[in-house]
């Protein structure tokens, strides 16, 4: 008898988040070069805090735009170059859920920490309460977009020789509504008014993605197993 | 008459052969026709003056931008779903051209906002999200480039195109807001209300002529394709 459908996706979703905290320095490298990134820009444009607090929002999405760029290499590579993605593409559940599972637990490994060490570097970036507070925000809705939207980069360009420059190639003309409403959200914040409009339409795209990105990524894994 | 049977590389491209002429021939009366009326006929602007003229390029690349975007999608989107070979290869013969008119656009929007708004370059909606859309081309091309197994490809190739053209109406709305909402309308690009009957003739031509041209370099470009693929095909090899 087959296992559920849940207990095929939970069992998926956990194996890839053990894999990745076994090898700690993935995720580690990823978060570091987040925060050197948000650190390289008052080195470039000076320490003015009032042309930092102006800049923070969009320094700060740009670069978790580009950190979370880095870890789609191991998001699928891994398991094609040996053939699990195959057996996982042969089982009876549907291969758009596995993925989501995949997705879900890349996020939770590369996604959810830059979002939680993005206050930190905020507060670098002189940036005020309810503003820190809407970064998380922002970042918590739009990080798993990006994961969404790569995972289509990512199967796109299985088993390629120019995968890793291709992938953001792809993938960061996709992403720029979620850059746009992100950062907009901490801007409006930081301004004293409602970040609920951008919210709101990041939830949206949020949502949009999770229906659709799944199933353009299995569509895109097929294609490349066959 | 069975259209199908157009369908097989084989039987178009003695086809695509025998109307390339035709449409280089149109694109080229049209051509001559609508700038005559765009330079000599069509009254000076008076509020622009004589930079406006460049509409009758800026326009029509701009449409066919964003227009060949969808057929390519639209055909990637067939040879996906009926593993059709012909139409994927005309989707990857579109490609160029559509990179080549949004890049038109983009140059000329340049060349245009320089006397008129006296900048190179404003970060306004259309304009970035027709530089976006430049992106997209690119990705689509270079993804193809990096496949080399043709069908694999053409595939691959269609799933970006098909998520981009789920994304196009996304980006536009989203940098419009964005627009709207950082700096409001320092540069508007409403021009005067209606425009003299000759300038919109002008700029019609125009279009048709660009369509004409489009589909005249495409057909180029797909019997290119189809010989490089067919090349081991034992009718390539009695042409």
Not at chain 2, 202 to 227: D, E, K, P, Q, T
Request: aromatic residues 10%.
């Amino acid at each position: 008898m087959n296992p559920g459908l849940l207990s095929t996706t939970c069992a998926v979703a956990s194996r890839d988040v053990l894999l990745a905290l076994r090898n700690k320095s993935d995720v580690a490298n990823t978060l570091l070069f987040f925060v050197i990134v948000a650190s390289l820009f008052p080195l470039s444009v000076g320490p003015e805090p009032a042309l930092l607090r102006t800049m923070g929002p969009g320094v700060l999405w740009v670069a978790a735009l580009l950190a979370s760029m880095l870890g789609l290499g191991r998001l699928l590579a891994a398991d094609y170059a040996d053939g699990t993605l195959e057996q996982i593409a042969l089982a009876p559940q549907p291969l758009g859920a596995l993925i989501t599972a995949k997705i879900a637990a890349h996020w939770l490994t590369s996604g959810l920490p830059l979002v939680l060490i993005a206050p930190l570097l905020g507060l670098q970036y002189d940036l005020a309460g309810e503003a820190l507070s809407i970064l998380l925000v922002s970042l918590l809705l739009g990080t798993p977009v990006l994961s969404l939207l790569g995972a289509i980069g990512a199967a796109l360009t299985l088993g390629l020789r120019a995968a890793n420059v291709l992938v953001p190639l792809l993938v960061l003309p996709l992403t720029v509504p979620v850059l746009i409403f992100g950062a907009g959200a901490v801007d409006a914040a930081a301004a004293g008014l409602s970040a609920a409009p951008h919210l709101s339409l990041l939830a949206a795209l949020l949502a949009l993605a999770v229906f659709f990105a799944p199933w353009a990524a299995a569509a895109a894994v097929r294609i490349a197993l066959e | 008459m069975n259209w199908f049977r157009y369908s097989s590389p084989q039987t178009f491209y003695p086809l695509a052969g025998k109307m390339v002429p035709w449409f280089l021939a149109a694109a080229a009366v049209l051509a001559v026709y609508g700038l005559y009326v765009g330079f000599f006929v069509a009254p000076t602007d008076f509020q622009q003056g004589e930079s406006y003229r460049i509409i009758f390029i800026h326009v029509p690349a701009a449409w066919m931008s964003m227009f060949i975007y969808v057929v390519m999608a639209f055909w990637a989107g067939i040879g996906l779903a009926f593993n059709t070979r012909l139409s994927s290869m005309m989707a990857t013969a579109l490609a160029p051209t559509g990179a080549l008119m949004t890049f038109i656009a983009l140059w000329t929007g340049s060349l245009w906002g320089r006397p008129t708004w006296g900048t190179w370059w404003v970060w306004d909606a259309r304009l970035t999200s027709e530089l976006i859309l430049l992106f997209l081309y690119f990705g689509f091309m270079s993804l193809q480039a990096a496949i080399d197994e043709p069908r694999r490809a053409d595939k691959a190739g269609a799933v970006l195109a098909l998520v981009g053209v789920v994304n196009v109406p996304i980006i536009y709305f989203s940098v419009q807001w964005w627009n709207t909402l950082h700096q409001g309308a320092s540069v508007s690009l409403t021009k005067s209300p209606t425009m003299a009957a000759t300038m919109l003739t002008g700029m019609l031509v125009m279009a048709l002529a660009f369509w004409m041209y489009s589909i005249a370099a495409s057909l180029i470009r797909v019997r290119a394709i189809i010989l490089e693929r067919e090349r081991n095909s034992d009718w390539v090899k009695t042409l």
